[in-house]
């Protein structure tokens, strides 16, 4: 039985005969920026190398804020496009 649920980039691709998830791949091929939460900025411009979507962090509507950085994602194809550390506590 198939299951309805849709997860995130869950699809297999295959890549030399192997099966790998199309989040890893992109993920290797296509590293998102990480920059120090210093230089950081909601009107940085962001452009995705998958889709082309070109905005700022801002637009994206997609910026995350955990504890040890930020994230701001393609809202097109949620591919990551910057990772912005926080300082590591002394
Ligand atoms: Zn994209």
Known sequence: MKTTIKT???QNIS???????IKD???SNYPAKIIKYKNYRDDLILICPL????GT???????ENNSA?????CPNCEKMLLIAE?????
């Open 8 to 10: 995130k980039m869950t």
């Open 25 to 27: 791949y992109f993920m």
């Open 15 to 21: 890549l030399n005969n192997k099966k790998i998830s």
């Open 69 to 73: 950085c930020v994230t701001v994602e």
């Open 51 to 54: 889709c082309n979507w070109e």
């Open 57 to 63: 962090a801002q637009e994206s509507e997609t910026i």
């Open 86 to 90: 926080f300082p590591l506590a002394n």
